[in-house]
């Protein structure tokens, strides 16, 4: 794992798609030390927020045949990479390093439909990069220079934490693990004021308290340097209120056999996707 970065920033960089993953990064670059003059977003039907930043910063925003740049960020639907790879493949130079994030594209599906591509950091980050607490995996393909990788990290950590995998099947567990975690953790979040106004609570008070215990604990974890098993037995008192509800969470068919099988259900569709 490599701490948050602000140095190594990449002399230019395009982002090919700057949607809800591509756009949250983008910010979080720019505000450690990417160069937003030599930085150019490639998108379609960008936000007005993206629209914003650019015109704020002076991102080149769809420009008419951008120049291959030092890193081409990736961050389309994997379903679109199909019809974008052409437009995309005139986006890499000799020494243009790809970095995708798509899910499921494995690095022999990015190099079959660009075959200008030399250099690809596979990498799946997550959602909170959005705010520099990002988790990212990533995968060097063989071809990427140290040089390379080291600029790709230094983008990555801008984001958050980076560990970086030695093998490229553990993108796909990394997409499923982090990649997707966030969703698994705020439907945590929805479930737990469901129950509270269940117990009688009102409506908002149940949301109050189910975001602040969700967003409390995450950063007690964060903040404590004990395993999440030794917090967790910390709320426990014993024959309290915690443990008995932690006997139907804990039982036979609980979360955790649950927890594996939508780990593994991501961990197949990110199969699905390649190809
Ligand atoms: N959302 C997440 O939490 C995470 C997503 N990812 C990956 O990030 C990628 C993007 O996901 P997400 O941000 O959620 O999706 P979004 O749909 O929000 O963003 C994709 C963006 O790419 C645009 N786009 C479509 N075609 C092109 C093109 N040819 N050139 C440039 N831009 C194009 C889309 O425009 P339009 O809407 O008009 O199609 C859209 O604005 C996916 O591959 C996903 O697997 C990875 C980790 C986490
Ligand atoms: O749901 C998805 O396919 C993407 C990849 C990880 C998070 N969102």
């Known amino acids: 794992m490599s701490a948050p970065a602000t140095a190594g920033m990449p002399a230019s960089l395009t ?121 990212t995996g990533a995968f060097a393909a063989p071809g990427v220079s140290a040089g390379q990788r080291a600029v790709a990290d230094a983008l990555l950590a801008a984001t958050g934490t980076v560990a970086w995998l030695d093998a490229e099947a553990a993108v796909d567990a990394v997409t499923a693990v982090s990649g997707s975690g966030p969703a698994y953790v705020f439907l945590l979040a929805e479930t737990l004021a469901e129950a509270g106004i269940a117990a009688g609570l009102a409506p908002e008070v149940a949301r109050a308290l189910a975001r602040a215990t969700v967003s409390g604990a995450g950063a007690l974890l964060d903040a404590s340097e004990a395993e999440p098993d030794a917090l967790r037995r910390a709320v426990t008192s014993p024959g309290g209120t915690t443990a008995a509800a932690l006997d139907v969470l804990m039982r036979g068919d609980g979360l955790a056999p649950l927890m594996r099988e939508a780990v593994a259900a991501a961990q197949r569709r990110a199969a699905e996707l390649a190809g």
């Open 15 to 135: 982002l090919a798609g700057a949607g809800k993953m591509g756009g949250a990064m983008l910010a979080g670059w720019i505000e450690a030390g990417l160069d937003p003059r030599a930085t150019a977003v490639v998108d379609p039907s960008p936000s007005p927020e993206i629209a914003a930043l650019c015109a704020a910063r002076g991102i080149r925003l769809n420009p008419e045949a951008p120049e291959p740049a030092a890193v081409l960020v990736l961050a389309i639907k994997p379903q679109g990479l199909e019809a974008a790879a052409r437009a995309l493949d005139r986006m890499i130079g000799d020494d243009t390093l790809v970095v995708s994030i798509l899910a499921g594209k494995t690095v022999a599906d990015l190099t079959a439909r660009l075959p200008r591509a030399r250099a690809v950091v596979r990498a799946m980050p997550n959602l909170p990069a959005s705010i520099g607490r990002g988790a």
